[in-house]
Nanobody
Framework: QVHVEESGGGLVQAGCSLKLSCAAS????????MGWFRQAPGKEREFVAAINWSGRSTNYADSVRGRFTISRDNAKNTVYLQMNSLKPEDTAIYYC??????????????????WGQGTQVTVSS
């Protein structure tokens, strides 16, 4: 059984940093792409960042490029999202997603097969 679980969310002030973690089990973690998405109240879920199996290929939304960094540790079956220079508009529930097959770091939510429950990130102004 596949399990995906996010951690590391919280309340921070604008300009501060936060690091999210996502632990996955029950799948071939080192073979597949992983992604981060977010959903703010009243808005649709949107792409944040994704990473291929090796970590050598990444993909970012324009809104976070240069501020957020996605990485992974295949030995720990964990993917990370380092978020710097946070803004109030980054406030959302952040979801981690895993592909069953495929290593392309897609920005399309339906490309991913497994999702975590989400972790809340709140950035105050």
């Amino acid at each position: 059984q596949v399990h995906v679980e996010e951690s590391g969310g919280g309340l921070v002030q604008a300009g501060c940093s936060l690091k999210l973690s996502c632990a996955a089990s029950g799948l071939s973690f080192s073979s597949n792409a992983m992604g981060w998405f977010r959903q703010a109240p009243g808005k649709e879920r949107e792409f944040v960042a994704a990473i291929n199996w090796s970590g050598r290929s990444t993909n970012y939304a324009d809104s976070v490029r240069g501020r957020f960094t996605i990485s992974r540790d295949n030995a720990k079956n964990t993917v990370y999202l380092q978020m710097n220079s946070l803004k109030p508009e980054d406030t959302a529930i952040y979801y981690c997603a895993a592909k069953r097959y495929g290593e392309y770091p897609s920005a399309v939510p339906r490309s991913y097969d497994y999702w975590g429950q989400g972790t809340q990130v709140t950035v105050s102004s």
